[in-house]
């Protein structure tokens, strides 16, 4: 199906307060572009360098966003420039970005992303860790960051009561967590091209497409 053609199914279909991120990583310009002229604003990319050459390249309206893992040494480059930061799972790279945007004076909205799959490999919080970090009070001092919500990721497989019961546990987590924060606290970022209609009927405010729209990846 034609990439327009996708985007305006999902924008039809999506109930309203669920965001979409389309995630353009590993696509060619082309393909992006078309997105963006059915209407898409908001795109996600993994890797700092392809987020870099899109945003150089694409229309300036776009809301551009980071959804993988983040090395604090790539920090700088996107920080002037990056909507939304939704892969942060570590003090080290909160205070990175904080001071980051403390040092061109921005605030940058960020997710915190928390760890509730059953591999090991995925990235993320450890909900324990993160609640004592939160509990330190520590976070609260990062003034240059606003913690908007959480993102998650649900394990990979196909049995769709595993993937229930994660987006569940992130569900709560986030629910127990917004007493940290204030009214901003809005977003919970789950659901991809497999499992997002699963993610929604958990609670999901923003679900990240990449494959459904685009194709799949080489
Ligand atoms: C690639 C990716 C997605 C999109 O996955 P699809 O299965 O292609 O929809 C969503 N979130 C993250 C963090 C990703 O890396």
């Not at 040494?73 to 980051?100: G, T």
């Not at 860790?129 to 003034?143: C, I, P, R, T």
Request: glycine residues 6%; proline residues 2%.
């Amino acid at each position: 199906m034609a990439i327009s053609t996708k985007i305006k199914e999902l924008h039809a279909l999506l109930p309203q307060g669920v965001t979409l991120v389309a995630v353009s990583k590993f696509h060619p310009i082309e393909a992006l572009n078309e997105a963006y002229k059915a209407g898409q604003r908001i795109f996600g990319e993994s890797r700092v360098q392809e987020l870099l050459v899109k945003h150089e390249t694409m229309p300036k309206d776009i809301e551009w966003q980071m959804i993988g893992h983040l090395q604090t040494n790539k920090v700088r480059q996107i920080v002037p420039f990056v909507s939304l930061i939704q892969s942060v799972d570590s003090v080290r790279l909160a205070e990175c970005i904080n001071r980051e945007a403390e040092r061109i004076g921005r605030v940058v909205d960020i997710l915190l992303e928390i760890h509730v799959a059953q591999e090991e490999s995925k990235t993320g919080w450890k909900y324990d860790e993160l609640v004592d970090y939160l509990q330190s009070g520590a976070m609260a001092e990062l003034k240059n960051i606003r913690v908007r919500g959480i993102m998650g990721m649900a394990t990979n497989t196909d049995d769709k009561e595993v993937i229930r019961h994660d987006f569940e546990r992130l569900a709560e987590c986030k629910r127990q967590l917004a007493s940290h924060f204030g009214e901003e606290f809005d977003t919970l970022s789950m659901g991809m091209s497999d499992d997002y209609a699963l993610a929604i009927e958990c609670g999901s405010t923003m679900v990240r497409i990449g494959s459904s729209i685009i194709g799949n990846r080489y």
